[in-house]
């Protein structure tokens, strides 16, 4: 008998029908003599409800009343399950995150596990329940609610499986696993049946959607399989544990894409030693993440600092760095908001000359022009205009596809 | 300096217009020095649709999952409010009602509370917030939410008040206070200034709906005077605290009348001792409140037993009822769900003769038939059909008026 946990996200439990298809599913998992675990998400869109109910009455809700707040929509859906799965003839019963013991730092909207005390699921195990943990969710040292920011559930998933020695982490959602570009943009997109942590890493952080970057890293540092399949089919998915073998890596896994993109330029700063700190230090501390920085070492002792951050950071960004531009004797500041990320990610790229030669001709056979280059060891990102995005996948899926091939 | 607890129902809450107007109402009385602990119900139908939500997964939902799911309601209103009076400049913290340290029994559903830990709510009064409370809920020895039945929000604001020592419970409602009888049905009823927990007990019980008996209970277990009032505006409503004179009682304080009433007859019982303890012993452990009881002790040892209990309760009672009237040789069990009640309530009433006989004169003439009477110290109650209740309410309301008048 194994331990498995399990995830369902919103749209998975959106409505009664679809409890009840999770139901049915946790309920074939345990006939089948498995210890069940299973974390679930808020209906629907019930999180972004109770998020514009909070907007109309407060600009800026105070962080600690908004994570109690949402945590709310997981409890829900988690009870639901629970009285859906007894109704069935199955023991279950719900745990809110405090029940099942998340321990977080104090940091609201996007706090970190601290640790978990296991002691209550184990307790409930032991009499033989599935048990349904609300996901998203912890509490302080000071017995307060927070949540654990977006994609949270996952993170609440893996955690568990880690402390628990699951023997897989199961992530349910409305895709069929991971696949070598987004299927809207590209038809022909192949489903991967397995990938390493750190592709599926870099296709997460860049824009492929299917889980959290924070819960994939998590499984990746304890060494956890993670499963990312459908709730609504029997198909296996795909997934995400190391790498086989260390020499047949595979080149390119797959394209991935990010439109919440915001580039802002500080321009013409007098270059000397300490002025990238006074730029990121205030940006840090108001936790915003910054993802790409390219700074031009520019003629005449005067040099251009560019990054990019999320969309939704950047009025937030600008009101940090205009103030610090002034004080630095930048020239301006000035944003744009209307860019897109392209990345092609694969194990072994670094080793093999000419990926990134192929990159650049294949957007530029299609006319599509490059803002901003970064690499990693296992990606390469283009930023792009956000209007030329689904060119670009599709120009690049068609470039790559003999990889895909092999991989499969 | 003093402290004041308030509850505010769920219609009072039942928007964002409508909590911003609680929030100025609660903002108003810490401007006046008062210290706050605010005690909130669930916005609007939230219960009604999250009770609907269950029942569409599970036929007769786990009562701890329910209770769990039904918490949720107040967890948002409160928080709600807590930003709403942040957002305003006001220092304000939502707990719920495990963080409020409100400890129950194990009876999920309709837990009653053991004990109250006020620690984490004086901590957060000494930090000067406003404490919003999460109503209707507690936990019980094992943490885990229980809920308090019917009006437990009331009973909530009435247990801190009396473990704060506050100098006065406010329940803020869609009423202006107590009346003499509903004013829905009879137009030229008078509000009552002041009135004493027993009659206000009869009257809540007998269906004034204004506040929840347990509530009023705890209230004059303790001596804490409640002040029912309108959360819409600024009339003092009406204060319920002890009697101020011994003998100058009002005599008739009010009218009241319940429409969820149903009678079960067990008909033709061979009379022996014991009979009512096979009746009313399982009912009981099955959680039913039984209310009037009249047993007809018959000609040649048979008799009948007639009973009534909530409309709610009937399937329920009868699948009890049934058996035990087979094994007790009962003719047959009947049951009428097309009753309601309608009581004339004052202190003083037993002690001056006429009121039973002016209360079914007053009937009488309107051509209503009494099914079963019963009376207490202070009330006397008159089971009729439910079609005739209002025309009920109006003759007993003009039979009695004089009294009101004095009383005013």
């Given at each position: 008998m194994s331990l498995v946990v399990q995830k369902y996200g919103g749209s998975s439990v959106a409505n009664a029908d679809r409890i009840r298809n999770v139901a049915s599913r946790i309920a074939r998992g345990r006939d089948a003599g498995n210890d069940t675990v299973v974390v679930v998400s808020a209906m629907g869109d019930t999180t972004d409800d109770l998020i514009s109910l909070a907007h109309q009455l407060a600009e800026r809700p105070d962080e600690r009343e908004m994570d109690v707040l949402l945590s709310t929509g997981e409890i829900v859906s988690s009870t639901l399950l629970a009285m859906t799965l007894k109704a069935m003839g199955h023991n279950a019963v719900s745990l809110t995150g405090l029940q099942a013991g998340i321990r977080t730092d104090t940091?609201?909207?996007r706090a970190r596990i601290t640790?978990?005390?296991?002691e209550r699921i184990l307790q409930e195990i032991g009499k033989g329940n599935a048990v349904i943990v609300a996901g998203f969710q912890g509490v302080n040292s000071q017995m307060d609610t927070t949540t654990l920011g977006r994609g949270g559930s996952d993170t609440t998933a893996v955690a568990l499986a880690i402390c628990l020695g699951a023997s897989v982490c199961e992530i349910y959602t409305d895709v069929e696993g991971v696949f070598s570009a987004d299927p809207r943009i590209v038809p022909e997109a192949m489903k991967v049946d397995t990938i390493g942590y750190e592709e599926m890493l870099e296709l997460a952080t860049y824009g492929?959607?299917?889980?959290?970057p924070r819960a994939v890293e998590l499984g990746q540092a304890y060494g956890v399989p993670i499963r990312v399949a459908s709730?609504?089919?029997d198909s296996v998915g795909t997934l995400i544990c190391k790498e086989g073998s260390m020499e047949l890596r595979?080149?390119?896994s797959g394209i991935a894409h990010d439109t919440n993109v915001a580039k802002i330029m500080v321009i013409g700063v007098p270059d000397k030693p300490g002025i990238a700190r006074e730029v990121f230090e205030p940006l840090a501390r108001a936790n915003i993440s910054v993802d790409t920085i390219v700074q031009n070492a520019g003629i005449d002792n005067i040099t251009d600092i560019t990054f990019t951050v999320a969309r939704t950071d950047v009025v937030k960004a600008l009101s940090i760095v205009e103030p610090v531009g002034r004080s630095i004797g930048a020239a301006r500041v000035t944003s744009d908001e209307s860019l897109s990320k392209v990345s092609i990610v694969g194990t072994g790229m670094q080793n093999t000359p000419g990926y990134a030669a192929r990159m650049f001709r294949a957007l530029a056979e299609e006319d599509i022009n490059i803002h901003l280059i970064t690499t990693s060891e296992i990606r390469i990102t283009c930023i792009i205009q956000e209007e030329r995005v689904k060119d670009a996948v599709r120009a690049l899926h068609k470039a790559f596809e003999v990889e895909f091939r092999q991989k499969q």
């Open positions: 940091q609201y909207s640790s978990i005390d296991p492929a959607s299917v889980m959290a709730s609504s089919s595979n080149k390119v």
